[in-house]
């Protein structure tokens, strides 16, 4: 060999070492480290175990129609906020690049937190407690709605309700969780009623219950003393479940049972749990919009993967995991690197107009909160929840009063 | 407020007070007699429920049928658990005691985690959402039929130990533990047996709790607390004391949610408690030391 010979030979060996690290991040960037933070126990398990559903159909979705590989690492809450808490902390600690969840807006705020401290994007599926978003976060995104947008896309549709029934209540008992999500919608609601003079009710009564309870005789017993025309009911599955059949006992029939934006009602349980007494029990709530392309997808690859269950029952739960997951995998597929800041900058710049949530394009505003996603009107009618209103997507017409409404 | 609202709640807080008082009398026994404390209560409780609700769904059972082969089956248990694994507990110090019960409560916990999942059963007999209605005033079936049976469990419970002779030895042993030795008595059967007889009461509240509330694994612990505060209310090894203590925290919880916050009325009851241990500690109706 002689020396011209070997100088070729360094340079080569010099450029093959100098493009293995590019060769190696352009190799680790290829896949995406998603962290998925949900209530799999505890008494949100079953909620948690739904939006779960929507988590595990993500990766397959996603890489046909985007081309990007995610890697999905669950960690279950167990419906604790410390335990949400030191999740994070360890999946951060396992390589996740972003993290996703947690349904919980107690559980939210913790992990928020971690994830500011961290420097890791933290894109939230559902939690409603405005705080989320106002507190200068960086890294946290949130695609869904604030209490105070539920609150009143709730009691909008509330007001179509009894417009569309030509019913006029005058009076509601408004019984709440006690939890960061009830009080947040607590607070939503006080503020948000006075300013809708079209809505014809008044609230007479206020009940906080603790969700974890297994008996809501008492609380019962105080709403129905209160002789209001309707229930107004912020809840969660099993309360909401422990608290109809309480009505039923108690023989508390008022016009309806309408949740202005909680989950419980349209969930599955509630229907298997108390089979015709859920019947009519009304829910406002962020739901999917069934016409577009990306719903269709999204139902497709669930029905496929959940042969024996029915997309109607988890479909908000899954539509907007997914769809967190979906954020993550588009902001990385752009920003081309799992590098913390770029991630979460091109996260920043998320404009997709196709989408399975009804509402607007998913493009978030300076706070990192998405702005414009819908709720309709869902009523349980034949055991399953069926979009009443908005009128362009409702499956069948409102029920109000409900059939067995007896006058207090 | 209507006096039928106040009529209401106290009578469905004295109807609950009477099976979780069922619930504690088991404890109540079982430390009386055997001096252990059984941090597992709240667990065994929570697996007579899903035998229940099991035996619901194979056979249509009533609970109140099912009450009876599942305290045979707990009577069982509980006399093996107390001979084969605590009975070398007996004499060691009280942290161990401890121990052993948490341990033992874990992996009933996460055994009927892997059995069942972690969804609420519950059971859909006919009667569930009746009620009878007295003028205003309305009494619920399921909670009433519930109490009529831990009343009916109690009074056995309570002739077995003032009548027979194996209860009579097994006061003796409670109350002489080397008289009983010295007189020939087999303790470390009696004691089994005490353990069984705790274990039966504790599955026939279960099956009681399960007419009016859903079961999941993580129900125990919440009610192994509330036992322990019904049992040092009511005075620890007292059975008057730990039905007495049922209904008075039952009927706590349901006034204070009434007349103060409903989200706060397990506060109450912890405040009792606190009450009790400051003024009374022995409880309202158990021996001094």
New interface residues.
């Given amino acids: 060999m002689n020396r011209r010979d070997f100088n070729k030979a360094a340079a080569a060996v010099a450029a093959a070492t100098a493009l293995s690290p590019l060769n190696r991040a352009f190799a680790q960037a290829q896949k995406l480290k998603v962290g998925v933070l949900l209530p799999?126990?505890?008494?949100q398990?079953?909620i948690g175990?739904s939006c779960q559903k929507g988590a595990d159909l993500a990766p397959g979705v996603i890489k046909q129609m985007l081309g990007v590989d995610i890697e999905l690492m669950s960690a279950d809450t167990e419906t604790n906020v410390d335990t949400a808490r030191t999740r994070a902390e360890r999946l951060i600690q396992e390589g996740a690049n972003v993290l996703v969840g947690p349904f919980d807006s107690g559980a939210a705020l913790a992990i928020a937190q971690v994830a500011e401290q961290r420097g890791v994007p933290f894109v939230v599926n559902i939690a409603a407690a405005p705080q989320l978003t106002e507190q200068g976060y960086k890294y946290v995104f949130r695609n869904f709605p604030t209490a105070i947008d539920l609150t009143v896309n709730g009691l909008a549709l509330i007001g179509d309700l009894f417009r569309a029934t030509n019913v006029a209540p005058r009076t509601a008992v408004f019984m709440h969780v006690?939890d960061t999500f009830g009080q947040a919608m607590q607070k939503g609601i006080g503020a948000t009623l006075p300013r809708l003079t079209q809505l014809p009710f008044k609230i007479v009564d206020t009940?906080?219950?603790?969700p974890a309870a297994?008996?809501?005789?008492?609380?019962v017993?105080?709403a129905k003393?209160a002789n209001a025309d309707f229930l107004l009911l912020v809840c969660r599955l099993?309360d909401a479940?422990?608290l109809r059949?309480e009505m039923?006992?108690?023989?508390w029939f008022p016009m309806g049972v309408v949740s202005p934006g909680s989950p419980g009602m349209y969930e599955e349980?509630f229907s298997k749990?108390l089979?015709p007494?859920a019947n009519y029990c009304i829910s406002n709530a962020p739901w999917y919009n069934p016409k577009t392309n990306m719903t269709k997808v999204v139902k497709a690859a669930f029905d496929k993967a959940n042969p024996r269950e029915k997309f109607v029952f988890h479909g908000t739960n899954v539509v907007y995991t997914y769809e967190s997951i979906l954020i993550a995998a588009d902001a990385f597929k752009r920003a081309k690197s799992t590098d913390p800041k770029a991630l979460t900058e091109a996260i920043r710049q998320t404009n997709i107009t196709d989408r399975t949530v009804l509402g607007g394009p998913l493009k978030f505003n300076a706070k990192g909160q998405v702005e414009g996603n819908l709720s309709a009107c869902t009523q349980n009618l034949n055991g399953e929840p069926r979009v009443v209103l908005p009128e362009s997507a409702a499956e069948a017409k409102p029920v109000f009063p409900v059939p067995d409404y007896k006058k207090a | 407020?209507?006096l039928d609202?106040v009529v209401?709640?106290t009578i469905?807080g004295v109807l609950?007070g009477m099976v979780y008082g069922l619930m504690a009398l088991g404890l109540s026994v079982i430390f009386g007699v055997v001096r252990v404390v059984n941090f597992a209560h709240g667990e065994m409780m929570t697996i007579a429920m899903y035998a229940a609700v099991s035996l619901f769904a194979a056979f249509q059972l009533d609970p109140f049928l099912a009450a009876i082969p599942v305290a045979a089956g707990f009577f069982v248990l509980g006399y093996l658990l107390q001979a084969g694994l605590i009975n070398p507990f007996i004499t060691r110090p009280e942290h161990s005691q401890f121990m052993l019960m948490v341990a033992v409560a874990i992996i009933m916990v996460n055994g009927m985690?892997i059995a069942f999942g972690?969804?609420?059963r519950?059971v859909?007999i006919a009667y569930?959402?009746?009620?009878w209605?007295i003028g205003k005033i309305?009494l619920?079936k399921p909670r009433v039929y519930a109490a009529l049976m831990a009343a009916a469990t109690s009074a056995a419970l309570f002739l077995f130990f003032k009548l027979s002779l194996t209860g009579k030895a097994i006061r003796a042993c409670a109350d002489n533990h080397l008289g009983a030795l010295v007189v020939g008595l087999n303790v470390k059967h009696l004691y089994a047996l005490t353990f069984g007889l705790g274990a039966a009461c504790v599955a026939v509240a279960g099956c009681m709790m399960i007419l009016?509330?859903?079961v999941?694994p993580?129900?125990g612990p919440s009610y192994t607390l509330l036992a322990f505060i019904i049992v040092i209310v009511g005075g620890l090894g007292s059975l008057t004391g730990a039905l007495l203590g049922g209904v008075l925290i039952g009927l706590s919880?349901?006034l204070a949610?009434?007349f103060i916050?409903?989200?706060a009325?397990?506060m109450f009851c912890y405040g009792l408690l606190i009450l009790v241990l400051l003024f009374r500690p022995q409880g309202l109706l158990g021996k001094k030391s």
Avoid: C
Avoid at chain 1, 248 to 251: A, D, E, P, S
Avoid at chain 2, 128 to 131: D, N
């Fill in positions: 799999r126990s505890g008494f398990g079953l175990q006690n009940i906080a219950y603790d297994k008996d809501l005789t008492v609380e017993s105080k003393a099993n479940i422990i059949r039923v006992k108690q023989r349980q749990a089979g007494i | 407020m209507p609202l209401n709640v469905a609950t985690l972690p969804d609420a519950n859909q569930q959402l009746e009620s209605e309305l619920d009016f509330l859903d999941t993580s129900l919880e349901a949610g009434l916050q409903p989200s009325k397990s």
